[in-house]
């Protein structure tokens, strides 16, 4: 039975749950998020303590609610929309986390000690850039499947399971990939060095 939008507001929060579900109406869970949206931004600024990222978890999780109101049985919605709010939250935390641990586990693994010669500074290309200038050269010369692999997980920063996803490959053979190829390109960069 579909209502109209003035009358969604005058339905409690399970009657618009079970509006959706019936109906599939999105403009029931429009109703919840006017309804709820302060609330989940303040759980976002609770644990991630900034405007934008709390901006944009707290449009996760209505987008999330979509599929997940489908799927639960829900009795208390403030509460379990609560729950809802810090769990997306804690998985923001740690993606960002995971990303940041890569980044500094690809500049530990291919900071390989090189002189930086005069002329590099003189045309202001940073260590840093020389150094990503050499791997992204250095990657070509990787076997098809590993550079692939090392793309995606090091400067897309995929996870295992999307470079899984993305690739076709089984997860182990994703993980032996990005360990070969990280040990093949570490040798060929001390190659260069050593050049």
Request: overall charge neutral; proline content about 0%; glycine content about 4%.
């Amino acid at each position: 039975m579909t209502k109209s939008s003035s009358h969604k507001n005058n339905l409690s929060d399970l009657e618009l749950v079970n509006c959706f579900k019936e109906t599939g109406e999105k403009s029931c869970v429009g109703e919840l998020f006017i309804r709820y949206k302060h609330l989940v931004y303040g759980v976002c600024m609770k644990y991630l303590a900034d405007e934008d990222e709390s901006q944009d978890v707290q449009m996760q999780v209505f987008e999330k609610l979509l599929n997940d109101l489908h799927r639960h049985d829900i009795i208390q919605f403030k509460s379990w929309l609560y729950t809802v709010s810090k769990n997306e939250c804690l998985m923001f935390i740690r993606s960002r986390k995971n990303k940041r641990a890569k980044e500094v586990e690809m500049h530990k693994d291919l900071s390989v000690s090189m002189e930086s010669d005069l002329s590099m500074h003189q045309q202001g290309i940073t260590e840093t850039e020389y150094q990503l200038r050499a791997m992204e050269n250095k990657l070509e010369e990787l076997d098809e499947k590993q550079r692939r692999c090392l793309e995606l997980f090091y400067l897309e920063l995929k996870c295992y399971k999307e470079v899984e996803a993305l690739t076709g490959f089984s997860l182990n053979e994703v993980k032996s990939y990005i360990q070969n190829g990280k040990r093949n390109l570490k040798i060929l960069m001390m190659n260069r060095k050593n050049v």
